[in-house]
Every structure is written in C-alpha cells, then in structure tokens.
Nanobody, 117 residues
Framework: QVQVVESGGGLVQPGGSLRLSCALS????????MEWYRRAPGKQRELVAG???????NYADSVKDRFTISRGNANNTVYLQMNSLKSEDTAVYYC???????????WGQGTQVTVSS
C-alpha cells in the first residue's frame, strides 16, 4: 500500500516562492503518474500539474510559467516549485499518485498554501 505525504506549505507574500514536496512510502514502486491538485475556499478541486514516468508534464493554464513540477531521482518524490505567487494561488494543495493510467488516485492529506501580505 502506498502512502502519500505532502509538505512545504505555509504563508508567503504575493510575488514570493514556495516549494512543495510529496513523498511516497510503502510499496511505492511502479508509480506511473504523480500530480498536484489544489482546492481553494469555495471552489472545486483543480489539477495544477502532473508528471509521468516517461517525462510527460502538463500544467493548468493559470500556473504555466510560474510553477514547475519535477520528480526526485528515486521516482518516489515529486516537487512543485511555485514562483511569483498570487493571492489566487491560496489553497490546500494535494498530491496524488497513480500506478497506471486507469488506476484510482492515491491522495495525501494536503498542505495549506496561503498567499497574503
């Protein structure tokens, strides 16, 4: 069984940066896709960025050119570098992992990101 744990959230001023980390534990082998989602207050959860084992990467339009997703060397960690943060980036950020393209997503508990002056 795979466990997903996010870290790195916090309070940052507009224009600042944060780096989120997502670590897999347990039987964390053959993970095909890892993604970051977020849920802002009063809004639905939305996909922020995703990365697969073959290097395919996708971003939400709202974060392109500001956020960068990457995987660690062991493929059991994924990072989200967030630059030029805006107040509208305030949300709980969730990491998910999938073994295959059609497997159910395994979710972490989330980490709060607050962008405010």
């Amino acid at each position: 069984q795979v466990q997903v744990v996010e870290s790195g959230g916090g309070l940052v001023q507009p224009g600042g940066s944060l780096r989120l980390s997502c670590a897999l534990s347990g039987t964390a082998y053959n993970i095909y896709r890892m993604e970051w989602y977020r849920r802002a207050p009063g809004k639905q959860r939305e996909l922020v960025a995703g990365i697969t084992t073959n290097g395919a990467i996708n971003y939400a339009d709202s974060v392109k050119d500001r956020f960068t997703i990457s995987r660690g060397n062991a493929n059991n960690t994924v990072y989200l570098q967030m630059n030029s943060l805006k107040s509208e980036d305030t949300a709980v950020y969730y990491c998910s992992a999938q073994r295959t393209n059609i497997s159910p997503r395994i979710w972490g508990q989330g980490t709060q990101v607050t962008v405010s002056s």
